[in-house]
């Protein structure tokens, strides 16, 4: 009976909830965290297994599912993390978002559309090249818009409204379309 009882005793202690103490250790080739279990059971370096392609550093407070094979709990495995306090909401069945706890995110949407949130700032870079291929492009800036390159190409046909600044030349309250090279 004491077999049984050693065999129950593994299984239940296979699986157990907890709550990140710390900053991760992100260094290592595995994510590094501490945490502690139910019944103030306290774990330090536990491996934190993340999807390839995706990671993260979860803030303090999260919550942890770790799994313990064989039942010794000697050596844990983070297998996943949630945060109830910072947890995307409202996502249509089929939906996917990537977020941050300060309200940034990606959101693969059900309409084939995808939205983008930063709540201060937004940087595309490459070392190479940048292509936008669409039917349609709206840039919208409550301030102003910058375009600073040494050389600068457009096809097509022009128009503006407003005023224009060419080179000191300006062409005031007018709607002037181009054809060809600006004056």
């Known amino acids: 009976m004491s077999e049984l009882r050693n065999l ?3 299984v239940m202690n296979m699986v157990a ?5 710390a900053d991760a250790d992100d260094e290592p080739g595995m994510q590094q965290i501490q945490i502690s279990l139910l019944r103030d059971e306290g774990k330090a370096s536990v491996e934190r297994f993340q999807n390839y392609g995706f990671s993260s550093s979860p803030p303090p407070g999260t919550e942890v599912l770790c799994v313990f094979f064989g039942g010794g709990r000697d050596h844990g495995i983070v297998v996943a993390t949630d ?3 910072s947890r995307f909401t409202g996502l249509k069945a089929g939906e996917v978002a990537i977020y941050s706890d300060e309200g940034d ?3 693969f949407k059900r309409d084939n559309s ?3 949130h930063s709540e201060k700032k937004l940087v595309i ?3 190479e090249n940048v292509e936008i291929e669409t039917k349609a492009a709206t ?3 409550e301030d102003s818009l910058t375009l600073e390159a040494p050389q600068m190409s457009f096809k097509g046909d022009i128009s503006h409204e407003g005023n224009l600044d060419t080179n000191g030349r300006i062409i005031a309250n007018q709607v002037t379309p ?3 090279s600006a004056p």
């Open 8 to 10: 129950g005793r593994r």
């Open 17 to 21: 909830r907890g709550v990140l103490e």
């Open 83 to 85: 945060d109830r306090s």
């Open 105 to 107: 995110s990606i959101v």
């Open 114 to 116: 995808i939205e983008l």
């Open 125 to 127: 870079k490459t070392g």
């Open 139 to 141: 840039i919208k800036s």
């Open 178 to 180: 181009f054809r060809g």
